[in-house]
Structures are given as structure tokens and as C-alpha cells.
T-cell receptor
Framework: QKEVEQDPGPLSVPEGAIVSLNCTYSNSAFQYFMWYRQYSRKGPELLMYTYSSGNKEDGRFTAQVDKSSKYISLFIRDSQPSDSATYLCAMGRGAQKLVFGQGTRLTINP | DAMVIQNPRYQVTQFGKPVTLSCSQT?????MYWYQQKSSQAPKLLFHYYDKDFNNEADTPDNFQSRRPNTSFCFLDIRSPGLGDAAMYLC???????????????????FGPGTRLLVL
């Protein structure tokens, strides 16, 4: 079993829809949770960073962490074609290493 | 703007011919990482430097080496590239707090644009 599971998709939704992206994990020691956006042939770009459980909102993006269920989510409201990318979840436990999900490929159709 | 820079963006090499990829950062971060990412896969950590201390992942082949001559620069050397080494190589940095510092210890990682390596 992988430490972090993420549905690779692809996920295709119409412009303006609410998008929900999710990861599950098995290691209860994880405390730091991140979402990265990666455009084709580019490096990952940090979108959201959350420490421990709870919600965090930044513009159209909301990150949720439920440590009791070992489940994290990223919601994108009013999705735009420019949101089309691969979204990677990542998590860490206080040392330098991050564990990444496989990434979900998202397409927003105009 | 503070950033992570990787050169070259695209590198073509021949089977078995050594190649060096470079990474520089203006963030003054003390930790630097090298990842390998193949198509539709998660980034795979090869090794990282915590300050000058080198930390190799157990499953990183000996073919991959790294150097960090100073805080700002880090190099990835592939001594004898094989066809299976064709991938995107990502450099990342973070500022890790010392033990005993207040607040969350782990800072997030900031990635460069990557170098796409092609092996002929």
C-alpha cells in the first residue's frame, strides 16, 4: 500500500464548476499538507500549505485536512480553463522529506 | 524575485555520456533537493542536502551523484546515463527550522522549472 493515494484521473469538468480533488494517506504521523499545481513540462508550484487539521481558504481555492479520516481535499470554485493542470498532494512529518501523491490531471473545458 | 533556477531547461545526452544538471536559488534556503519525475508519476526524491550534509535515499542508484559547493548552488551528476534515466529532474529548496524553534518545523518546498533529460 502506498503511503499517499491519489486518483490520477483524468478529470474533466466544464468551466465554472466546483472541482474536488482528494488524497488519502496511511501514516498518522503526517502533520504538514500541501497542494501543488503542475502545468505540463513545468515544475510544481505551491498552491496551499496546511499544518495539522482544518480548513484554509485562498481565493478560489480551499484546502481541507481531516486527520481522523486521513483524508485531504482541495476545492476549486468557479473553475477556469487556466486551472487545467496536474494537481499533486504532498505531506510531511517534520523532517525534510515530503511524500507525494501521483497527481490528478484536471481539464477545465470552456 | 527570489526563485529557484535550473539550467539547462532541456538536455540531450548520449547513452553512457556523463551529464551535469545545475540548480541555483536566491531564497537563501538551507535545504536543497533533487527529484526525478517520469511521465504521469509523482516526483521521486533522489537525495537532499541539509546545509552541507548530504542525505541519499536508499533506492537512489549509484549512477546519481550530487554536489553542493555553497548555499546557493547544487548539481546533479549522472555518471553513465541509461535510457531509463530520461525524465524531468526537479530541484527544490526549503528552509528547515532548527530543533527547538517555535512553530511548525517543516517549511514547504519550492520547486524550480525542471530540466527535461533525453537520453539517446
Amino acid at each position: 500500500q502506498k503511503e499517499v493515494e491519489q486518483d490520477p484521473g483524468p478529470l474533466s469538468v466544464p468551466e465554472g464548476a466546483i472541482v474536488s480533488l482528494n488524497c488519502t494517506y496511511s501514516n498518522s504521523a503526517f502533520q504538514y499538507f500541501m497542494w501543488y499545481r503542475q502545468y505540463s513540462r513545468k515544475g510544481p508550484e505551491l498552491l496551499m500549505y496546511t499544518y495539522s487539521s482544518g480548513n484554509k481558504e485562498d481565493g478560489r481555492f480551499t484546502a481541507q485536512v481531516d486527520k481522523s479520516s486521513k483524508y485531504i481535499s482541495l476545492f476549486i470554485r468557479d473553475s477556469q480553463p487556466s486551472d487545467s493542470a496536474t494537481y499533486l498532494c504532498a505531506m510531511g512529518r517534520g523532517a525534510q522529506k515530503l511524500v507525494f501523491g501521483q497527481g490528478t490531471r484536471l481539464t477545465i473545458n470552456p | 524575485d527570489a526563485m529557484v533556477i535550473q539550467n539547462p531547461r532541456y538536455q540531450v545526452t548520449q547513452f553512457g555520456k556523463p551529464v551535469t544538471l545545475s540548480c541555483s536559488q536566491t531564497l537563501n534556503h538551507n535545504v536543497m533537493y533533487w527529484y526525478q519525475q517520469k511521465s504521469s508519476q509523482a516526483p521521486k526524491l533522489l537525495f537532499h542536502y541539509y546545509d552541507k550534509d548530504f542525505n541519499n535515499e536508499a533506492d537512489t542508484p549509484d549512477n546519481f551523484q550530487s554536489r553542493r559547493p555553497n548555499t546557493s548552488f547544487c548539481f546533479l551528476d549522472i555518471r553513465s546515463p541509461g535510457l531509463g534515466d530520461a525524465a524531468m529532474y526537479l530541484c527544490a529548496t526549503s528552509r528547515d527550522q532548527p530543533y527547538g524553534s517555535p512553530g511548525p518545523r517543516q517549511e514547504t518546498q519550492y520547486f524550480g522549472p525542471g530540466t527535461r533529460l533525453l537520453v539517446l
